[in-house]
T-cell receptor, first 114, second 112 residues
């Protein structure tokens, strides 16, 4: 299994509070991704990173920010959580390989915003 | 734009039955195509992939062929087992390789 951990694994928070989710990898892969998984929507890309301090938006980036100060860590922040951000969040990593960019997923974080 | 459409579930099959899960895509340029599998409470695992037209991806008895003329990447298995019960996702990586698009998932249950 690819060395990917996510923390926390479960979190319940209140509307309006800031939340940070962490993804940590031990594979030294260049690419890292954050997805959310919701019933009826599959997985949707929030943000991705192609190197330290290099990030870009995905399909559903509004309300989320990311940071990557080290190769191994990719943080997802909800500045002011809303109930619509209740979801399961998955981190993924991918080695550098032009186009054939297989992804390896972490175990997920279940976030509930009340 | 890019998108993936896969057949809705749930799908219930008897052990040793033939499995087909349909997947079609819309994309600009030349995408790569993937099937992922998710077991309960876990993240997604790559099942197979294909990077160009007419490529066949295969793994653990599952197969899928990249059909550019029909923009399809249907997943097949000749004889399913109870252990194949999971949710299956079809996915596309765009021509840049940076953006990924997933289908909504198809839940498969195999009964003995």
């Amino acid at each position: 299994d690819a060395g990917i951990t996510q923390s926390p694994r479960h979190k319940v928070t209140e509307t309006g509070t800031p939340v940070t989710l962490r993804c940590h990898q031990t594979e030294n892969h260049r690419y890292m991704y954050w997805y959310r998984q919701d019933p009826g929507h599959g997985l949707r890309l929030i943000h991705y990173s192609y190197g330290v301090k290099d990030t870009d938006k995905g399909e559903v980036s509004d309300g989320y920010s990311v940071s990557r100060s080290k190769t191994e860590d990719f943080l997802l922040t909800l500045e002011s959580a809303t109930s619509s951000q209740t979801s399961v969040y998955f981190c993924a990593i991918s080695p550098t390989s032009y186009r054939v960019r297989e992804q390896y997923f972490g175990p997920g974080t279940r976030l509930t915003v009340t | 734009g890019n998108s993936v459409t896969q057949m809705e579930g749930p799908v219930t099959l008897s052990e040793e039955a033939f499995l087909t899960i349909n997947c079609t895509y819309t994309a600009t340029g030349y995408p790569s195509l993937f099937w992922y599998v998710q077991y309960p409470g876990e993240g997604l695992q790559l099942l197979l992939k294909a990077t160009k037209a007419d490529d066949k991806g295969s793994n653990k008895g599952f197969e899928a062929t990249y059909r550019k003329e029909t923009t399809s990447f249907h997943l097949e298995k000749g004889s399913v087992q109870v252990s194949d019960s999971a949710v299956y996702f079809c996915a596309l990586a765009d021509a840049t390789g940076n953006q990924f698009y997933f289908g909504t998932g198809t839940s498969l249950t195999v009964i003995p």
